[in-house]
């Protein structure tokens, strides 16, 4: 009976799709029981030491307790309110005194993370035939930028030091001679802090970026509290740079996915601005992310809120140093706020403490090949004293303290293009090859392990035996961040 209806096409048979919709409804659990509602109960009823972003470190930072963040907050773009890119309505009037506040011309929410805001500026000053300096080290968002716009970017490698398995600041004589040998340039993108919060000489480079009529973006994710302390570097707002773009989650303690952009100076254009924030944001930001972007920068100029990111400084420096008196071997970082564990000398790399932490309910922020980045944000790091020197002191023992071989530094020029455009090659054909076979191809996606989303190839970049070898050993420590195949043109 039942084949027969269906078979007949009837709706109404035990196949129709109402009626297969119906039966899956009623399986469904209770609203209380769905997925991520109960992993976030479990997350909120297990307590571990969260030393990951954002900043706030699970609620702890006092910034957000009043007003607490209900979802009657969450309105649309009433006429009050308006949004980032309105001339009229509350949105308007936050942005314009925060840019009052920097000293900038003009500041824009954002609510699609920094990620969104590096892609609206970048689309911005440069279109398909555009020549951006862009660092090796650039955040995936920005090679997402040049895919977006069309333009094959120009690459510049910044020092690399291979004990720390780390990218260094871009030190100011490099910028000149890069600057000199590229030719006309569109735009500088500079990256600064990294995410371990090594910081650049950004009123140098700035100035001799300026001197070669370049405006220059900052990808300031990591340092949004820059400047709010004396002992903290200088913001790259104060250093004059043209385009800014801070996350508000990883150093201040609004909500994840806000930033801000800021802009400045005779080399950009407002028009050009908002219209790229038009193409790459959402056409309804929500006003509970931005509340909590405003009142998280808000909060940084009142007295109550720089005594708080004092205490934390000094919490962190004092953490720093007991770990460091107990022999806990750190990296240095121009970020207090930033606790960067050296694993090459404990006998391990960065992924395999992250696992062996995160097994003992340490969660830590992000892995690199030598190291392991705690981002110790605005929470009370007193109180870690005891439990964090705890466990590192068994992590050191668990691992034999046989250190690993320092790294080969990347096989990568000072300055080279990609042989096609990333986005060309991206939306070529392609096909998977071990990475044993991949010689001499050209690469149609990227090798990016995620965090820190640091591209190792980028798309349309040729593997040869040196890169091979390089990322065959990136492997080794990366673990299974990066796959056996690559994705190559066919
Ligand atoms: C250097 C850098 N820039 C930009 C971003 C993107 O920030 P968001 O997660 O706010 O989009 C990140 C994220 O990790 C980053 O590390």
Known sequence: MQRDSAGSGDDCGGNSPDFKSAVA??????????????????ERAHSPLALHLPAHRRGQAPAFRRPRLPWAWDLPELPTIGGPLLVDGAVAESQALIAQAQGVDFSWYGVNGASGLLQAAVLALAGPSARVLLPRHHHRSLLHAAVLAGFNPLLYTVPFDAAAGLWQPLPPQQLEQLLQQAGPVDLLVLLS???????????????????????????????????????????????????????????????????????????????HLCQALE?????????LLMLSAEQSIAQRYTSGGQRQLRRCLHQARALRDV??????????????????????????????????????????????VFSLTFCLGLGNS?????????????????????????????????????????GAAWRSPSRQVPLAQAHGCLAA?????????????LPGERLDAERLAWLAQQRLLWGEQIADTVTVLA
């Open 323 to 368: 770990l460091q008196a107990h022999g806990i071997p750190l990296l240095t970082s121009d970020d207090p706020l930033r606790l960067v564990l050296h694993t090459a000398p404990l006998g391990c790399s960065g992924a395999q403490a992250d696992a062996w932490l995160m097994a003992r309910d340490v969660v830590a922020e992000c892995p690199e």
């Open 445 to 457: 996606r990227p090798v990016c392990p995620y965090p820190p989303g640091i591209p190792l190839l």
């Open 279 to 287: 193409w790459v944001q959402s056409s309804s930001p929500s006003a």
């Open 25 to 42: 409804a009623a399986l469904l659990p209770r609203p209380e029981c769905w997925p991520l509602r109960s992993a976030l109960a479990r």
């Open 193 to 271: 802090p990294t995410y371990q919060g090594l910081a650049s000489d950004l009123p140098s480079l700035v100035a001799i970026a300026h001197r070669h009529g370049v405006p220059v973006l900052v990808d300031e994710a990591h340092g949004a509290h820059f400047g709010f302390d004396p002992t903290l570097p200088k913001a790259a707002t104060a250093a004059g740079a043209d385009l800014v773009v801070q996350s508000l989650h990883k150093s201040l303690g609004a909500l994840a996915q806000t930033a801000v952009l800021h802009a400045q100076g005779p080399r950009v254009d407002r028009d």
């Open 382 to 422: 007193q109180r870690l004293q005891r439990p964090l020197l705890q466990t590192l002191q068994t992590l050191r023992r668990a691992f034999g303290e046989v250190p690993l071989q320092p790294l080969q530094p990347p096989p990568l020029p000072a300055l080279c293009e990609p042989e096609l455009s990333p």
